[in-house]
């Protein structure tokens, strides 16, 4: 297929549509693609008039992929069970019979909880429009979902959000914008007290981690572009996932995080175990310093086994095979460094994504160990409503799916910003270093909204 700018495909697929008798077409959903020439997707998707706008980039990895528009989703604003969650996921299994054909979404940290406005307990959508790139070769892709729809109708939809396009414009830098308000949920009193409760002996026997976490709610004289602070943010920690979900103009999730919850290929799936925490160094080797101190750490390394525990303990009910004996290794970002532990499991064959979504999210570095016991607490205590921050973000394919745990993320609203950090509490926490923890985690997007 030759390779054609982004206007001269965008005409193609329009001829071909016109050429389309639908009809004839027996599969669910029908996906047109189109080689193009390299262009830049951030900026593309920062252009775009047409919502739901996504934006994916997988974790030291040359793929990446923005998209607009929505022929069909799946969303559970109110509560959901999963046994409806199977149900709908068995049904929408035929929408994906071609490997190419990707629902982008995500799940909430807690689906017992309401969640935020527009994102919902779950929302997954297959966009109308995508651009992706792997390396260097960039695709035009045009989806339409044909089951129980009006073929003519949905014809004329996809003509619609072609026309709709835009070139895309030059990012410019992110502004600085003044902050006029902070508030913390909880605040630092509060904050002593829950790391007190969890630590204290009789609780911490029975709920030896439990994950809490702090929303830091920023009033701001302007609201910046969602798309030039993740590019931004990007830049600081290229070897982070950076993705975004905006809904509507009002209301956009973006997140550059650290933490992969797993990545299937076929029947081959990765994972792995990120908890514990120090700062970075101001030299080289006052940094590696640091982290050999975090490796020799036993607090953080009991954190990380509990993770790594967990997850092993799930694998193993959907897998023939799991393999948990990597070493122990450090993972590096712009202004902290964590312990990291890669595992690999072949997965049985019965086994979906839904099943692996449903077994490993939420992690104990997410949530704590016991589950359930930790969620109790979290629900009961921590304040506020975590929605999709420490959710499961990523997408869903017939032959690959990759999600991310959303934990260094913001939510950007009119005048508001809100930003999301977390540490795990176990015996022997100090509630100010634990403090501490939280405002390192939320240094870098801080840096590049905020003036101090």
């Not at 929408?95 to 995500?106: K, M, N, S, V």
């Not at 931004?232 to 979900?245: A, E, K, M, T």
């Not at 009961?380 to 260094?408: D, K, M, P, Q």
Request: proline share 5%; aromatic share 8%.
């Amino acid at each position: 297929m030759s390779v054609t700018s982004l206007s001269q495909a965008v005409k193609s697929l329009q001829q071909r549509l016109n050429e389309l008798n639908l009809f004839d077409v027996q599969a669910p959903v029908l996906q047109l693609q189109q080689q193009i020439d390299a262009l830049p997707l951030m900026a593309w998707i920062a252009s775009q008039q047409t919502f739901p706008k996504i934006y994916w980039h997988g974790r030291n990895t040359d793929a990446e992929a923005a998209a607009v528009g929505s022929c069909h989703q799946i969303f559970f604003e109110q509560s959901v069970s999963d046994e409806q969650l199977a149900s709908v996921y068995q049904q929408q299994l035929g929408c994906l019979a071609e490997p190419d054909i990707r629902y982008y979404g995500g799940i909430a940290f807690d689906r017992r909880e309401s969640s935020w406005p527009e994102f919902g307990r779950v929302r997954f959508v297959l966009p109308r429009i995508e651009l992706r790139r792997q390396d260097e070769h960039y695709q035009l892709l045009l989806n339409l979902h044909l089951a129980d729809k009006d073929p003519q109708q949905e014809l004329q939809l996809a003509q619609t959000a072609l026309g709709a396009l835009v070139p895309a414009a030059p990012l410019a830098p992110p502004r600085k914008t003044e902050v006029l308000a902070r508030c913390d949920t909880p605040d630092q009193q509060r904050w002593q007290q829950l790391v007190s409760m969890v630590t204290e002996p009789e609780f911490n026997a029975q709920t030896p981690k439990v994950v809490l976490s702090r929303h830091t709610q920023l009033k701001v004289a302007d609201t910046p572009d969602p798309w030039t602070v993740l590019a931004s943010w990007q830049g600081r920690n290229p070897n982070s996932f950076q993705f975004g979900f905006q809904f509507s103009a009002e209301r956009s999730f973006i997140s550059c995080t650290p933490e992969r919850l797993f990545q299937r290929h076929e029947q081959q799936l990765k994972t792995e175990a990120l908890a514990g925490t120090t700062v970075r160094g101001i030299t080289e080797a006052q940094d590696q310093l640091l982290a050999q101190q975090l490796l020799d750490d036993a607090k953080n390394s009991v954190e990380n086994q509990f993770v790594r525990s967990h997850i092993l303990a799930e694998l193993a009910k959907l897998s023939d095979s799991v393999d948990g004996d990597a070493p122990l290794a450090i993972f590096k970002l712009n202004h902290i460094q964590h312990l990291h532990r890669i595992i690999r499991a072949k997965l049985k064959h019965s086994v979906n994504d839904f099943q692996l979504l449903q077994a490993m999210h939420p992690t104990p570095a997410v949530g704590g160990v016991p589950k359930q016991n930790a969620l109790d607490f979290i629900r009961e205590y921590e304040g506020y409503n975590r929605g999709w921050y420490a959710g499961a973000c990523g997408y869903l394919s017939r032959h690959v799916s990759e999600f991310a745990v959303a934990i260094r993320s913001a939510l950007l609203e009119p005048g508001t910003i809100n930003l999301f950090a977390g540490a795990g509490i176990l015996a022997g926490s100090d509630p100010q270093s634990e403090w501490q923890e939280l405002e390192n985690k939320i240094a870098t997007i801080m840096s590049i909204l905020v003036d101090f």
